[in-house]
């Protein structure tokens, strides 16, 4: 395609966001241009801005939401982002009062970091300064103190995060240099210049030496990571797999009074079955991640996830893992309801912790849940995330939840959790050529390797560890 027939089809775009920045952006237009003035008028009358805005409630958050941050790409954070970066109108009341309650929400959370001198997320801060600036808040305290800690993170953490296992984040640098890039030209803060400047004459974002966070989504407004498999095909190509020959579903697997640590084959899949830990559970040694099935990603049905999902049951996979904020329940939901439910192993992940186990059963349509993790546990809300796990310990008790834990791609949360007797179980991911990043070395887990994107799950203490379980699917998606 020229660059004449890409302007054509910009221009062609039932969205009149994309027609105005291809005028204004590529064309360099001047704002009295008569069509520039025709798409900019629409922007806020056609396309998909009069859509997000009409899901706002009175108070400025998004309705439905079971926080700011979930579930994804519908919530306020997401909203707000979207409508900054189809350039809404920034003067609007509607998106005003958005950012002014994005700033009262995450306020506390932004002192506790400083506080503690946390590092970390800058994407996430990076982004709502940007929108935030998007709707003239520049001159407001809140918006200061995310600009002091997004320079913090620039010149003494090298934009290091938890999420990308203690390594500097491509990702998290680019979307903060995003929202810095939007502070008014003068006065600009000096650390803020500061940052910028490091950032930019050290020529490492997006290098080899800043490598991009591997959680980040790649969504509307967010670039697009490198096509991975489909969720499930990958699992069925794997070696140990080849020649299996009896249906998984004859083989009830679920919970297990006891029996020792030695993997089994059984049914004539070839697929290894562990106890995990001291939880009593007996699991498939391979699990089946469902991160790609949701709207974030592959858009598989219910019914076709679920298809999926009673293949790999077929082939002896019979540990699913699952999460709020994949937007699979509905498709392990819909196998369940296919199958008895002992013949399998569900583990979920949430950051949400009131209600949770409610919630999450009625969406999975069963009485219990084997395993429930909190969801991406940073240093910066370890302590947030252990009460979590107090509170669901009722939960437990009843009989709803069989074993907790966190997942987490922080070497020092994992530390830490060894130590926790609450935490029974970690998910973590494996970061690179089957070993985990930098700063994992002395961890005092054990585990082994497995393909990048992949994950183990680790039972606590590490005394009493079962052989690790690979959960075979992509990381957790926690940036943004």
């Known amino acids: 395609m020229s660059d004449s027939d890409l302007i054509h089809w910009l221009l062609a775009a039932s969205t009149p966001s994309i027609r105005y920045l291809t005028l204004r952006s590529l064309l360099t237009r001047p704002a009295g241009d008569p069509e520039v003035e025709a798409a900019h008028q629409a922007i806020m009358t056609e396309g998909p801005i009069p859509a997000i805005l009409a899901g706002q409630a009175d108070e400025g958050n998004w309705a439905g939401e079971r926080g700011y941050y979930t579930p994804k790409y519908t919530s306020t954070h997401w909203s707000m982002l979207l409508l900054a970066e189809l350039n809404a109108d920034g003067a609007d009341s509607r998106l005003r009062r958005g950012a002014a309650f994005m700033l009262a929400a995450t306020q506390g959370e932004l ?30 305290p809140r918006v200061h103190a995310i600009v002091n800690y997004l320079a913090h993170d620039a010149q003494e953490a090298g934009w290091r995060c938890s999420y990308n296992g203690e390594l500097p984040c491509a990702w998290g640098a680019a979307r903060a240099l995003w929202g810095l890039a939007a502070l008014p030209a003068r006065p600009r803060f000096p650390q803020a210049e500061a ?68 993997p089994t084959s059984e049914g004539g899949t070839g697929v290894q079955t562990v106890l995990l830990g001291n939880t009593g559970l007996m699991v498939s040694r391979l699990a089946f991640g469902t991160a790609y099935m949701g709207p974030q990603s592959d858009r598989l049905s219910p019914e076709e996830g679920a298809a999926l999902l009673l293949q790999a049951l077929d082939l002896g996979i019979s540990f699913w893992d699952t999460s709020d904020d994949y937007g699979s329940h509905p498709h392990v939901a819909h196998a369940l309801r296919q199958i008895p439910r002992e013949q399998v192993v569900i583990a979920s992940k949430t950051y949400e912790p009131a209600g949770a186990a409610d919630r999450i059963l009625a969406e999975l349509g069963t009485d219990y849940l084997d395993i429930l993790l909190v969801h991406c546990v940073g240093l910066s809300w370890v302590d947030a995330a252990r009460e979590c796990l107090r509170l669901w310990q009722q939960d437990k008790a009843q009989g709803r939840v069989r074993a907790l834990g966190f997942s987490t791609h922080s070497a020092g949360v994992a530390r830490l959790a060894a130590e926790w007797p609450e935490v029974e179980m970690l998910l973590v991911p494996i970061m690179a050529d089957g070993e985990r990043g930098r700063g994992h070395e002395s961890d005092g887990l054990r585990h082994t390797g497995c393909r990048p994107g992949g994950g183990l799950l680790l039972c606590l203490p590490a005394s009493l560890h079962s052989q690790p379980v690979h959960r075979h699917a992509q990381p957790q998606r926690c940036a943004g």
């Open 195 to 262: 940052a910028i400047h490091r950032t930019a004459s050290s020529g490492r974002v997006g290098g080899p030496g800043l490598p991009r966070c591997p959680s980040s989504p790649g969504v509307a407004g967010l670039p697009a990571q490198t096509r991975r498999p489909l969720a499930g095909q990958q699992p069925f190509q794997a070696t140990h797999l080849a020649g299996a020959s009896e249906s998984g579903r004859n083989r009830p697997l679920g919970f297990s009074a006891g029996g020792d640590h030695t």
């Open 111 to 140: 002192k506790q970091a400083i506080t503690r001198g946390a590092h970390g997320l800058s994407c996430f801060w990076g982004n709502l300064l940007r929108y935030a600036l998007h709707c003239g808040q520049a001159d407001d």
